[in-house]
């Protein structure tokens, strides 16, 4: 075996490349956007012309020179492409596609470049700093296993109340490391409980000989002293495990990492510290996942479990009649059926694999489709962005993108799509739009990222639910646990109030229980003179659905439609959408895509939306049908990460805000937090002075979940063992600046406290992995 592949090549990048590599085209590469040399805005906007055509020219030369003759031009030449290929796209907020580079000047007076991947660049003009940026970094993220404490006896660096103790300096509780033990997520289907409410649970395996089982995944018993808490959301709240953390062995050894390529391994890992790993392939030997077929094992597992689920021909019924009818098949010791939920990945041509993302979605496959027995399916939607690719007419071609652009053994999950195909699925005139500030077309996948989402969910009756997911997101914990608990977390919450609970972060630290947010909430309705949303909304120029033209409703039988502050309406009812950003009124907030709104009479009032940054969500079928239906009976869209938001809130489906654990790498003053992400309207997140306004967006640069976030990918891969820059320095602090942190020799040092060992947490965005990815 030849040296060490990082980066799965397809056959038409290269082909790509070496076109590329023609002397002509090379002098039209623009300038690097990653590792930019740091020039002083100021500097380059200043008021001599002559002085800046120098500048710019030798700047330029400069540029250029250093991309033609790094050893990783290759690499880097590639991810230009990508933007050149985006670069109509003035603001990318977020999607499948990557993000165009965007500039966006802060109120502050502070010029923020967001590049395309995750070296954005502050540059701080002037005395003025935002006041986040003032803020000390923390450090409790980043020490390791040897420092590892019972989860009673943790002290969080971050939030503390003065006088507090600090948990620094830290004492090691090893000089050896703990060991780590499976963790498992799924319901325990051997129980006499389980076997007695439903079908029995037939174990899956990754081969057709059923000899290879599904590996586990393993935790840490503990929490690494001083780990801040997070401080936005709760684990607690969702009933996430808050008693054990993950290091990146225990999370993907079992997959893949830290073993050769002879092995049948991922080969990454190997070259990071790794003492002890070897624990978590004791019971399992390293698993070869050489010749692996994913789509034909999810396939196998789910034919072995058919009888678990529900007939996809049987209508939906609502929750309080789904629950007479399983109080009803019990006395008759019938067994209940569950309904199935898809994930779909979205993913594009020209996504550059690497072993890290096949890790990643051996994981998600694993934890959520094999373990669960079929109660989940992943499928990767694959957008052809060549309309003119012949996909449906010759087998050969479709082949051919498959092989060019996913790897080998994701092959059976794929579903591919185009623009080309929406333009027919949805056709007609769709009327003007209020504002169209992308220029795109209605079909395109930067707008209506949702047709091919609506038109997958007609295409799979099979499934009840659907979470859009993309490439660049993690999770560090398993996940069949995080699915599920938000799920049935989302169930429980009442729809009393629920679209106002859900237009603002929670924070924990600020607002105390979720009793207590509740209550404020409450209070801070009454006091905002704003009746609170319960049921369809009425506005001029609303057009029903043909469900309601028959007197249907979406609210559950037994709420009672005058009686808004029943606090029971609602419980017990699965979610239509689950998001993992605040719900908030795009009206007058900032949002730039808040007008975004396409096929309403422009002579009245733009409806009233709501929205959720990053489209990462559950969708119900019964939401997808009711946007599918807007969309062609109705000729309606919306910027997609407003539209399935609009639509429940239209229609009076159940929409909630999943309140996850969110970190700031900073310590912010708690009230700061508060301002910063409840700034809008009636103290919540959305309209005026909403966190998502293109100016107050670079709050969330240091924080874990979001689509402009630094802080997700430092974390996440000093995490995975890779030295990083950390961020600290004169302005304030950015990424690619600072110190270089973390890394093999570091966590191997005998005084230091080894590898990273975080509790579960979701990240975004996390553009590239391994540091050959940027050379
Ligand atoms: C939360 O509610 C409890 C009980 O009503 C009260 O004692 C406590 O002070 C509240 N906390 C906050 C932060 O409002
Ligand atoms: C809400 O208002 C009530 C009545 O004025 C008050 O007792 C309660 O403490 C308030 N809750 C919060 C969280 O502010």
Redesign the pocket.
């Known amino acids: 075996m030849g040296p060490p592949s990082f980066l799965m090549r397809s056959k038409s990048d290269d082909s790509f490349l070496s076109i590329l590599s023609t002397k002509e085209e090379k002098s039209l590469l623009p300038a690097p956007v990653h590792r930019k040399p740091k020039i002083r805005v100021r500097t380059l906007l200043g008021h001599c012309l002559y002085r800046r055509v120098i500048l710019w020219t030798a700047g330029i030369l400069f540029l250029l020179c250093l991309a033609l003759s790094s050893p990783g031009g290759r690499q880097r030449r590639q991810r230009l492409l990508e933007l050149v290929d985006l670069s109509h796209q003035d603001v990318r907020s977020s999607g499948d596609e990557g993000e165009a580079p965007t500039v966006a000047k802060d109120t502050e007076g502070v010029v923020f470049v967001v590049s395309a991947g995750d070296a954005p660049q502050v540059q701080v003009q002037g005395e003025h700093m935002p006041t986040w940026l003032r803020f000390r970094h923390l450090d409790g993220f980043f020490n390791g296993l040897k420092a590892l404490v019972p989860a009673n006896e943790h002290i969080p660096e971050y939030p503390r109340k003065p006088g507090e103790a600090s948990p620094f300096p830290l004492t090691l509780s090893y000089t050896g490391l703990p060991t780590p033990t499976p963790y498992v997520s799924q319901p325990d289907y051997e129980s006499p409980e389980y076997i007695s409410q439903y079908h029995a649970v037939e174990k899956c395996y990754l081969d057709k000989e059923r000899r290879i089982p599904v590996p586990d995944l393993y935790a840490y018993n503990g929490v690494v002293q001083g780990q801040p808490e997070p401080a936005m959301g709760s684990r607690n709240l969702l009933g996430l495990r808050d008693d054990v953390c993950f290091d990146r062995f225990g999370r993907y050894g079992p997959y893949g990492l830290g073993y050769s390529f002879d092995e049948g391994g991922a080969f990454v890992g190997t070259d990071t510290e790794q003492e002890g790993s070897s624990t978590v392939w004791e019971k399992t030997g390293k698993i070869n996942y050489e010749n692996m077929d994913w789509g034909d094992a999810q396939t196998r597992c789910y034919e072995s479990n058919k009888k678990r689920f529900a007939d996809p021909a049987v209508p939906t019924k609502t929750a309080a009649v789904t629950g007479q009818l399983h109080q009803r098949s019990f006395l008759r010791n019938e067994r209940q059926k569950i309904p199935r939920t898809a994930v779909v990945i979205r993913a594009y041509v020209g996504f550059q694999w690497t072993q890290h993302n096949i890790l990643n979605f051996r994981a998600l496959i694993s934890e959520l489709a094999l373990k669960s027995g079929g109660e989940y399916a992943v499928h990767f939607l694959l957008h052809v962005r060549n309309n003119n690719e012949a996909i449906w007419a010759d087998p050969m071609t479709a082949q051919r993108i498959l092989d060019e652009n996913i790897p080998q053994e994701f092959h059976g999950l794929c579903t591919l799509w185009s623009e080309a195909q929406m333009r027919l699925y949805y056709p007609g005139k769709f009327g003007g739009s209020f504002q169209n500030p992308s220029g795109g077309d209605i079909h395109g996948v930067y707008r209506s990222a949702h047709f091919p989402l609506q038109h997958f969910a007609m295409q799979h009756p099979e499934y009840e639910y659907f979470w859009n997911w993309e490439l660049d997101m993690r999770w560090l914990g398993n996940y069949y646990e995080l699915f599920d608990r938000l799920s049935a977390w989302a169930k429980e919450q009442p729809r009393n109030e629920l679209w106002e609970r859900s237009a603002k972060y929670y924070i924990p630290s600020y607002h105390g229980s979720w009793e207590?947010f509740t209550?404020?909430v409450?209070?801070e309705t009454l006091n905002s003179g704003r009746e609170a949303t319960y049921g369809p909304v009425q506005f001029p120029g609303r057009q029903p659905l043909r469900s309601e033209l028959r007197g249907e409703s979406f609210m559950p039988s037994n709420c009672d439609p005058n009686d808004k502050s029943d606090t029971e309406c609602g419980r017990g009812e699965e979610a239509d959408l689950i998001t993992l950003n605040p719900l908030f009124d795009t009206e007058h907030s900032g949002w730039v895509f808040s007008t975004d709104v396409t096929g309403y009479k422009r002579s009245l009032p733009l409806p009233p939306r709501r929205c959720s940054i990053i489209t990462a969500s559950r969708l119900s079928r019964r939401l997808l049908n009711t946007m599918h239906e807007e969309t062609w009976r109705l000729k309606h869209t919306m910027f997609a990460e407003m539209y399935p938001a609009t639509m429940a809130l239209h229609h009076g489906l159940k929409a909630v805000y999943a309140p996850h654990p969110v970190y700031l790498d900073r310590e912010w003053e708690i009230e700061a937090i508060d301002k910063a992400f409840n700034g809008g309207r009636d103290h919540t997140a959305g309209g005026h002075g909403s966190p998502f306004d293109l100016n107050n967006e670079h709050n969330h640069k240091g924080s874990s979940w979001y689509y402009n976030s630094e802080f997700a990918g430092l974390l996440w891969r000093r995490w995975l063992g890779y030295a990083q820059f950390d961020g600290r320095g004169r302005n304030g602090g950015r990424s690619g600046e600072g110190q270089l942190r973390g890394g093999k020799e570091e966590e191997e040092r005998a005084a230091g406290t080894g590898r990273l060992c975080l509790r579960s947490m979701l990240v975004h965005p996390i553009k590239w992995e391994h540091p050959s990815e940027l050379d």
Do not use: D, V, Y
């Open positions: 207590n209550s404020l409450h209070n």
